[in-house]
């Protein structure tokens, strides 16, 4: 016993020894490796800087959007409208109703694929009216099909699918991070040239009162926009999306510096709502309004040193006459949000879910009062033409 006992403590005595020499010489040895972390799966975001960029290129960024930048091929069925004088007796006797008979018309635009699974942000006024729609990718060869899923005419977008999966998806910025004085892209497909990038600042933010679609908050920028680039990109200098190309001021139909695009926060909440619901959602309370700052407002109201808009008219059994509404009242604010003219009346309105009960302040014969009124659902607009790239 007492011999195994002595075998024992050397043994252990050596081994002492053996780990001391090690963990002094060789360290390493002894450290204990970690099993492999799963991969992450993070949302795409923008590159903080690009230094390609700081270097007076764009390349970096032009190389991250123009992949997710489409063209976009439309045609359809058109009945007359275009004949100098369809009604003339002359021409009704030797052409007859043939001049009655549909025409194929053909159109082009840009779009953003907005979801590898296949959505692509355009314009309404791109694929309008047309029943047979194509999309070519940045590749210039591949060619599919798309079908409509939905439009929203009061903002001017529409969201299109193509049974591809897969496919390179834009970054989408965020609305609230444009300055005035930012370098932007816009990419498209000018006069069907083909995909062209050019480059500018934002000019102004908040445009409004265009008279191009029922809700306008445009970004105005001077990079050059032309006939094609509806529905392309409008990128910031890191390759990520902060608005949808839609329409520029001319009064020669070519680009002199002043083009519109719909702001990503506007195009993603569009979006949104298509795909889940297949069309867009807005509140309604069923009032015409017109700004204080008309004189027939101010003048005849005796209310000029109010800010609201002056409610002109009110829809019969609609939802503000039901809660006490009456012509002539000044509205103030919606659920405590002001209301200094009608462009942010319609947002404060839109914003309001239908079935729910919002707050009205109003100003009626030099007093305020608050009245409650159940919101109703925007019924929908047919958006009045307007020219367009």
Known sequence: MKKLWLVFAQAATVAVAVLFVVTTLKPGWLAVREPAAEPVVVQQVAAARDPAAAAGSYSGAVARAAPAVVNIF?????????????????????????????????????????????????????????????????????????????????????????????????????????????????????????????????????????????????????????????????????????????????????????????????????????????????????????????????DAFKAAKTSGVLIAGVERDGPAEKAGVKAGDVLLAVNAVPTPDTATMLDAVADLKPGSQASLRLRRDRKELDLQVTVGKRPPVQRRRAVRE
């Open 74 to 298: 439309t045609s359809g069925a058109v009945r007359g409208g275009r004949h100098a004088v369809p009604d003339d007796p002359v021409f009704r006797r030797f052409f007859g109703e043939s001049l009655d008979e549909p025409r194929r018309a053909a159109s082009l635009g840009s779009g953003v694929i907005a979801s590898a699974k296949g959505y692509v942000l355009t314009n309404n006024h791109v694929v309008e009216g047309m029943d047979e729609i194509e999309v070519l990718l940045a590749d210039g060869r591949t060619r599919l099909k798309a079908r409509l899923v939905g439009t929203d005419p009061e903002t001017d977008l529409a969201v299109l699918k193509v049974e591809r999966e897969g496919l390179p998806a834009i970054t989408f910025g965020a609305a609230e991070t444009v300055r005035v004085g930012d370098v932007v892209l816009a990419i498209g497909n000018p006069f069907g040239v083909g995909q062209t990038v050019t480059m500018g600042i934002v000019s102004a933010l908040g445009r409004r009162g265009l008279n191009l679609n029922t809700y306008e908050n445009f970004i105005q920028t001077d990079a050059s926009i032309n006939v094609g680039n509806s529905g392309g990109a409008l990128v910031d200098a890191a390759g990520s999306l902060i608005g949808i190309n839609t329409a520029i001021f001319s009064r020669t139909g070519g680009s002199v510096g002043i083009g519109f695009a719909i702001p990503v926060s506007t195009a993603r909440m569009v979006l949104e709502q298509i795909v889940e619901q297949g069309g867009v959602t807005r509140g309604y309370i069923g009032v015409q309004t017109q700004g204080l700052s008309a004189p027939e407002g101010a």
